[in-house]
């Protein structure tokens, strides 16, 4: 099983600051996945493919990465981000999921 | 438009069957890939399975001597069956396309 391990845990931001999560994956995978979910809500598709933008996905969200270490950044942070992130891969079965970050604003 | 809705009980008494429906529209099953993912209250999210286009199954492996995963095409419904189940699997159960979701349904295994 690939273990995807993230940073921070929890991390918290001023408005219009650039904020940074990472995932490692414990084994190369090909793509990395971003979703948001806030509290008591669904998750939501970020990213896919490791830097295509979902659907109606403000563009101020973008994704990077390969190998083993993938990123997920918000280039002005805003109020309505605040949120918990998971990062996840589907190179391999079982599919996993990070963690979590947990992204609050100051 | 893609919706994908969960029904099933909310209380699941310890050693039991849990029997889970997520009834699908706007896209065919056939065509597209459905997941179960589940998350625990106040915890993360993980892998339950899926079933694919095809009518193939995948399962988490900590959860596949317990789990099984169909589809009624000509109802547009997917169905999970977990058996034995403890405390530990009292999660919300969410049904998936991963670029749409359901709304879950919270499932609490308790006597």
Same mark, same amino acid.
Request: avoid cysteine; aromatic fraction near 6%.
């Given at each position: 099983e690939i273990v995807l391990t993230q940073s921070p845990t929890t991390t918290a931001a001023s408005p219009g600051e650039k904020v940074t999560i990472t995932c490692l994956a414990s084994s190369s995978v090909s793509n990395m996945y971003w979703y948001q979910q806030k509290s008591g809500a669904s998750p939501k598709l970020l990213i896919y493919s490791t830097s295509s933008l979902a659907s109606g996905v403000p563009d101020r969200f973008s994704g990077s990465g390969s190998g083993t270490s993938y990123s997920l950044t918000i280039n002005t942070m805003e109020a309505e981000d605040a949120a918990t992130y998971y990062c996840q891969q589907w190179s391999s079965n079982p599919l996993t999921f990070g963690s979590g970050t947990k992204l609050e604003i100051k | 438009q893609v919706? %994908?809705?969960? +029904? @099933? =009980?909310? %209380? !699941?008494q310890p050693s039991q069957t849990l029997s889970l429906t997520c009834t699908v529209s706007g896209f065919s099953l056939t065509s597209n890939s459905v997941h179960w993912v589940r998350q =625990? =209250? @106040?915890k993360g999210l993980e892998? !339950? @399975?899926a079933i694919w286009s095809g009518g193939s199954t995948d399962y988490n492996s900590a959860l596949k001597s317990r789990l099984s995963i169909s589809r009624d095409t000509s109802k547009s419904q997917v169905f999970l069956k977990m058996n034995s189940l403890q405390t530990e699997d009292t999660a919300i159960y969410f049904c998936t396309l991963y670029d749409y979701w359901g709304q879950g349904t919270l499932v609490? !295994? +308790?006597s």
């Open positions: - | 919706q %994908l809705k969960e +029904s @099933g =009980p909310g %209380l !699941v =625990p =209250p @106040g892998w !339950v @399975g609490t !295994v +308790s």
